[in-house]
């Protein structure tokens, strides 16, 4: 089996091939194996559930001389996208992620089970609930690997507190270089009015058309399957979500006049074939973040290169993130 059709069967899987509370069980317990424990926050008005555990912990990552050489491998957030919550996004990174480092894998805001009281949608409050987790766990510095809108989370991250971020890396997620005339454009695209009607689907039909934005290989599926995964993963705090994209789109004109990221030490991977951020938003997100950046796509891939190409993703990612990195080590 290649590793496209592994991806399209654990895409399948985790929205809703029979029996959706089973196959849940079936990845924390491979969760466990590995090292992994779920846990919760509570962080103000924030309730952040998140998963963590694997490789070696702890702050003291690097030398004193100031090389910039890793002692241990990185702690690594990763930052879910829109969709069900994180550990389903990441069942095919996991493994490979935790066999080296500490991943830290939480729900964000009003998924899964995250939760807030604070009726602030935007990215900022996203960013704010990371940072308090990260406090909460006594991380430091850490690698962040955003995807989707996990990408423009983890984007607003290393903008906002650049002594946190050690590596960056973003999939799939346009961060700054995106416009009202894109979303425009991929409204144009899928037929719709507001691209929430895609990301939360109304029934089996919008279920089969989310599925054919993650990959590239048709995936079949019952309606009744597709009803199902529906309500257990995609109904709840829907109007929280509508909300978050609602203030993305409100906060984006302000949130491009932001500074960017430090380009040296980040990577951007992109599905050559991504319906909702096509290439052309990659190589235009390239060039605003300057030479330093690389861009690195993945053919055959749509929206979710991590579920077609697994084992190609996680080497890309790992490769970058072991790298000597080019950031002072003391800041």
């Known amino acids: 089996m290649d590793a496209r059709t592994l991806g399209a069967l654990a895409l399948l899987s985790l929205t809703g091939c029979s029996m959706v509370g089973m196959a849940g069980r079936r990845i924390e317990s491979q969760y466990e194996r590995e090292g992994m424990a779920a846990d919760v926050a509570e962080l103000g008005p924030d309730t952040v559930h998140y998963w963590h555990g694997g490789g070696e912990s702890g702050n003291e990552r690097e030398t004193e001389d100031g090389s910039g050489r890793d002692v241990d491998a990185h702690p690594v957030l990763l930052v879910q996208g829109f969709g069900a919550s994180a550990k389903w996004q990441w069942v095919l990174q996991v493994e490979s992620f935790a066999a080296t480092r500490r991943v830290i894998m939480p729900d964000l805001l009003w998924f899964g089970e995250s939760r807030s009281t604070d009726a602030d949608y935007s990215l900022g409050h996203q960013v704010r609930a990371m940072v308090a987790l990260l406090d909460r766990l006594g991380e430091g510095r850490v690698d962040v690997v955003g995807i989707s809108y996990g990408g423009l989370v983890?984007?607003?991250?290393?903008?906002?507190?650049?002594?946190?971020?050690?590596?960056?890396?973003?999939?799939?997620?346009?961060?700054?270089?995106?416009?009202?005339?894109?979303?425009?454009?991929?409204?144009?695209?899928?037929?719709?009015?507001?691209?929430?009607?895609?990301?939360?689907?109304?029934?089996?039909?919008?279920?089969?058309?989310?599925?054919?934005?993650?990959?590239?290989?048709?995936?079949?599926?019952?309606?009744?399957?597709?009803?199902?995964?529906?309500?257990?993963?995609?109904?709840?705090?829907?109007?929280?979500?509508?909300?978050?994209?609602?203030?993305?789109?409100?906060?984006?004109?302000?949130?491009?006049?932001?500074?960017?990221?430090?380009?040296?030490?980040?990577?951007?991977?992109?599905?050559?074939?991504?319906?909702?951020?096509?290439?052309?938003?990659?190589?235009?997100?390239?060039?605003?973040?300057?030479?330093?950046?690389?861009?690195?796509?993945?053919?055959?891939?749509?929206?979710?290169?991590?579920?077609?190409?697994?084992?190609?993703?996680?080497?890309?990612?790992?490769?970058?993130?072991?790298?000597?990195?080019?950031?002072?080590?003391?800041?």
């Open 154 to 331: 983890a984007y607003e991250l290393a903008s906002a507190f650049p002594e946190r971020v050690r590596r960056l890396v973003i999939v799939d997620s346009p961060g700054r270089a995106y416009t009202r005339a894109d979303y425009r454009a991929l409204c144009d695209r899928f037929e719709v009015d507001d691209f929430a009607d895609v990301l939360l689907p109304a029934d089996a039909d919008g279920m089969r058309r989310l599925l054919a934005v993650g990959v590239e290989q048709e995936v079949h599926a019952p309606g009744f399957l597709l009803r199902q995964a529906r309500e257990e993963l995609f109904i709840e705090q829907a109007d929280q979500k509508r909300a978050m994209i609602e203030a993305l789109l409100r906060d984006l004109e302000e949130l491009r006049s932001r500074p960017d990221p430090r380009a040296r030490d980040t990577l951007l991977v992109w599905g050559r074939d991504d319906p909702i951020f096509p290439l052309e938003l990659g190589e235009r997100l390239a060039q605003r973040l300057g030479p330093g950046v690389r861009l690195e796509v993945i053919d055959h891939a749509r929206h979710t290169p991590n579920f077609e190409w697994p084992h190609r993703f996680d080497a890309l990612i790992l490769q970058f993130l072991d790298m000597p990195c080019s950031c002072d080590p003391r800041t």
